[in-house]
C-alpha cells in the first residue's frame, strides 16, 4: 500500500474511487445483477458497466426479443481498463473467454466511469465544463479521453485477434441535474466520449457496430441518481441494440 500511494497517479486513482465508493454505496449505485456464465447462447457476451448491470433489464429485453439468453459480465463501477472498484472491461473479457473462449458477439459499453468516477470525485481532468466556459472543452479532458481511445481500440483489436466476430459498443447519453448530483455540465466530454468510441469502432479491425443513445434517451429515462436507466431507458437502450443484433444470430 505504501508503494502504492506512493505513485501520484495510483494516488490520484485510489483517492478519487474512495471517494466515489464513500458517495455511492449510500445512494445504492454499486450493485450489480449476477453474471450469466452459462446461457442458452453462449457466443454471445455482453460487458460493461452499470448501464447494463444495475438492473439487468437492458439485458431482460434483449433476451425476449431474440426468445434466448447470452452471457452477461457487465459490473457497476467497471471502468474500460484497470480501476480497483469493479473488474475493469478487460479482466471482464478475459473471464468470459476462460468461461468459454468461443465468443462471436459482444455487446458492450466501457469508458463512461473513466470519465464519471473523477468528475463526481474532484473532477481533476476538468472534463466538467462550467456555464463561463461557453461550452468548450478543456483540452485535458481532451487528451484524457484520448487515452481512453487508444485503451479501446486495443481491445477491440484483441477481440479480433480472438475470433471475436461482431461488437456492437453501445455509446453513453447525457446525464442529469439532481438534488444530490449536478452532471448536465459533462454534455461537452460525452460528445467528445462518444465520437471518439464511435471512431474506436470505425479504426478497430474488429467488426464492431456503434450505437449512440443521445438523441433517444430523456432525462424523463433516467433515474434519480442522475445516470443510470429506468425501465423506460433500458427498453430504448434495447430497442436500439436489437436492429443491430438480430440479423447477427
Same mark, same amino acid.
Given at each position: 500500500?505504501?508503494?502504492?500511494?506512493?505513485?501520484?497517479?495510483?494516488?490520484?486513482?485510489? %483517492?478519487?474511487?474512495?471517494? @466515489?465508493? #464513500?458517495?455511492?454505496?449510500?445512494?445504492? @449505485? /454499486?450493485?450489480? +445483477?449476477?453474471?450469466?456464465?452459462?446461457? *442458452?447462447?453462449?457466443? /454471445?457476451?455482453?460487458?460493461?458497466?452499470?448501464? @447494463?448491470?444495475?438492473?439487468?433489464?437492458?439485458?431482460?429485453?434483449? =433476451?425476449?426479443? #431474440?426468445?434466448?439468453? $447470452?452471457?452477461?459480465?457487465? /459490473?457497476?463501477?467497471?471502468?474500460?481498463? *484497470?480501476?480497483?472498484?469493479?473488474?475493469?472491461? &478487460?479482466?471482464?473479457?478475459?473471464? #468470459?473467454?476462460?468461461?468459454?473462449?468461443?465468443?462471436?458477439?459482444?455487446?458492450?459499453?466501457?469508458?463512461?466511469?473513466?470519465?464519471?468516477?473523477?468528475?463526481?470525485? @474532484?473532477?481533476?481532468?476538468?472534463?466538467? %465544463?462550467?456555464? &463561463?466556459?461557453?461550452?468548450?472543452?478543456?483540452?485535458?479532458?481532451?487528451? $484524457?479521453?484520448?487515452?481512453?481511445?487508444?485503451?479501446? /481500440?486495443?481491445?477491440?483489436?484483441?477481440? =479480433?485477434?480472438? *475470433?471475436?466476430? =461482431? +461488437?456492437? !459498443?453501445? *455509446?453513453?447519453? !447525457?446525464?442529469?441535474?439532481?438534488?444530490?448530483?449536478?452532471?448536465?455540465?459533462?454534455?461537452?466530454?460525452?460528445?467528445?466520449?462518444?465520437?471518439?468510441?464511435?471512431?474506436?469502432?470505425?479504426?478497430?479491425?474488429?467488426?464492431?457496430?456503434?450505437?449512440?443513445?443521445?438523441?433517444?434517451?430523456?432525462?424523463?429515462?433516467?433515474?434519480?441518481?442522475?445516470?443510470?436507466?429506468?425501465?423506460?431507458?433500458?427498453?430504448?437502450? #434495447?430497442?436500439?441494440?436489437?436492429?443491430?443484433?438480430?440479423?447477427?444470430?
Amino acid at each position: 500500500m505504501k508503494n502504492f500511494l506512493s505513485k501520484p497517479k495510483s494516488l490520484v486513482r485510489f %483517492t478519487v474511487v474512495s471517494l @466515489f465508493v #464513500a458517495a455511492t454505496i449510500g445512494c445504492g @449505485f /454499486v450493485a450489480s +445483477v449476477p453474471w450469466i456464465t452459462n446461457a *442458452g447462447n453462449n457466443q /454471445v457476451v455482453n460487458i460493461g458497466d452499470s448501464i @447494463f448491470a444495475l438492473s439487468g433489464e437492458i439485458n431482460n429485453f434483449l =433476451h425476449a426479443y #431474440a426468445g434466448q439468453t $447470452f452471457r452477461r459480465y457487465a /459490473v457497476s463501477g467497471a471502468e474500460l481498463s *484497470g480501476g480497483v472498484l469493479a473488474p475493469s472491461l &478487460y479482466s471482464q473479457y478475459d473471464i #468470459a473467454k476462460n468461461d468459454n473462449p468461443d465468443i462471436e458477439i459482444i455487446i458492450m459499453d466501457g469508458g463512461g466511469n473513466d470519465i464519471l468516477l473523477p468528475a463526481i470525485a @474532484f473532477d481533476p481532468y476538468d472534463c466538467k %465544463t462550467q456555464w &463561463y466556459e461557453w461550452g468548450k472543452l478543456s483540452s485535458t479532458c481532451k487528451n $484524457f479521453i484520448d487515452d481512453i481511445y487508444v485503451d479501446c /481500440v486495443n481491445l477491440l483489436n484483441d477481440m =479480433h485477434a480472438d *475470433g471475436v466476430d =461482431h +461488437v456492437i !459498443y453501445q *455509446g453513453y447519453y !447525457y446525464t442529469k441535474n439532481t438534488l444530490l448530483l449536478q452532471l448536465d455540465d459533462l454534455e461537452e466530454a460525452i460528445d467528445y466520449g462518444d465520437a471518439k468510441l464511435a471512431l474506436a469502432c470505425q479504426n478497430s479491425s474488429v467488426d464492431c457496430r456503434f450505437v449512440d443513445p443521445r438523441s433517444t434517451i430523456k432525462d424523463s429515462d433516467i433515474k434519480s441518481d442522475a445516470i443510470h436507466p429506468t425501465t423506460s431507458g433500458s427498453q430504448k437502450l #434495447a430497442n436500439l441494440i436489437w436492429p443491430v443484433l438480430a440479423p447477427l444470430l
